[in-house]
């Protein structure tokens, strides 16, 4: 009879808790949207963290893919990583000034001279402390993920500052960006990415900025349509997630994300520059759009028009790290 008293609870005991049992057998989820294509750098690198952590952490971690703002937009993705509805993002640099405003380093016009100097910088301490810079207010900060250096595009050749005067250009929200714009007499309207095209084809803005591998499809249709090759400025992401969430993951297995996020970011970093040289050619060779080359004389104009922003923004940004992004260049 003792023996049965004590199977009996222990037997119900192990009913209880096979439940949880199973629940905690389950595979952590981790949704990652993002808002552009699958063949960008940035869906490219979603794709194969989803594809690394599937090969080397199946059955513990699940990475779901969202690209083209098909679980979340551009405008809310920030919010939806906050309250935990996406774990993780890669949203543009732009985007998360709003939460440690030293970011603004990477919108400044004509801060770096190439892709080179951008990965250089990326290396020193002052970089990596941004990474960290907002853990507190819930978003922490994994890796860089460069998207290659901006281009304008307009419904008019643009060769001299003057060009710009009285457009309209289609930016992210940065007040950078919109003193970079403001200091060639343009107006800068803040819009998400997926409305770009709809608004160049409406002329609510006759230009836009960014890297070659996001300007396919922007050209508005019936329409010409110029890019400029100023690579006057930075689109680059930074792979976040939930603070919380991310730092609730077994120390084992988030080591081991840690790992496969620094192999990929090796993979985007050094494929970004291959994609857009061949988005670069491809639009050209479509006929959708004109290339206005720069004389250095005329880049020099651009760049001496726009960089009193810099001092604009040095309190925010900080001289340190301001100091620290220029000597990357190796003029």
């Known amino acids: 009879m003792f023996k049965s008293l004590v199977v009996a609870p222990c037997a119900a005991l192990l009913l209880m808790l096979s439940p949880m049992a199973a629940k905690a057998a389950e595979p952590i989820v981790i949704k990652f949207a993002h808002v552009v294509a699958d063949d960008t750098p940035k869906g490219k690198g979603a794709l194969l963290f989803q594809k690394l952590v599937r090969q080397r952490l199946a059955g513990q971690v699940d990475v779901e893919v969202y690209p083209n703002s098909t679980l979340v937009g551009d405008a809310d993705e920030m919010q939806a990583?906050?309250?935990?509805?996406?774990?993780?993002?890669a949203p543009s640099l732009s985007k998360l000034i709003e939460y440690s405003p030293k970011l603004e380093v990477f919108d400044l016009p004509f801060l770096f001279d190439d892709?080179?100097?951008?990965?250089?910088?990326?290396?020193?301490?002052?970089?990596?402390?941004?990474?960290?810079s907002m853990a507190g207010r819930g978003i922490y900060g994994l890796a860089y993920w460069n998207n290659g250096l901006k281009q304008m595009t307009a419904s008019q050749p643009l060769r001299n500052p003057a060009d710009a005067a009285g457009l309209a250009f289609r930016i992210q929200p940065s007040p950078v960006l919109e003193a970079q714009f403001a200091a060639v007499d343009a107006k800068a309207v803040r819009l998400p990415f997926s409305e770009v095209s709809k608004a160049m084809q409406s002329g609510t803005v006759q230009g836009t900025e960014g890297p070659w591998s996001n300007l396919r499809g922007q050209s508005a249709a019936g329409k010409p349509s110029y890019v400029t090759e100023t690579n006057h400025g930075v689109l680059n992401y930074m792979l976040v997630a939930?603070?919380?969430?991310?730092?609730?993951?077994?120390?084992?297995?988030?080591?081991?994300?840690?790992?496969?996020?620094?192999?990929?970011?090796?993979?985007?970093?050094?494929?970004?520059?291959?994609?857009n040289q061949r988005e670069r050619e491809q639009l050209i060779a479509s006929g959708s759009a004109t290339l206005v080359t720069l004389t250095p004389e005329q880049r020099q104009a651009w760049r001496t028009k726009m960089q009193p922003v810099w001092k604009s923004f040095e309190s925010q940004i900080g001289a340190d790290i301001m100091r620290a992004a220029l000597t990357v260049n190796r003029r």
């Not at 990583?81 to 993002?89: A, I, S, Y």
């Not at 609730?248 to 291959?274: C, D, G, K, Y």
């Open 81 to 89: 990583l906050l309250d935990n509805k996406v774990q993780m993002l």
């Open 115 to 132: 892709d080179a100097a951008v990965a250089r910088f990326q290396k020193r301490e002052a970089s990596r402390e941004l990474l960290r």
């Open 242 to 275: 939930n603070s919380e969430f991310w730092t609730s993951i077994p120390f084992a297995l988030r080591s081991e994300l840690e790992n496969i996020v620094l192999e990929v970011t090796q993979t985007v970093n050094a494929e970004a520059a291959a994609i």
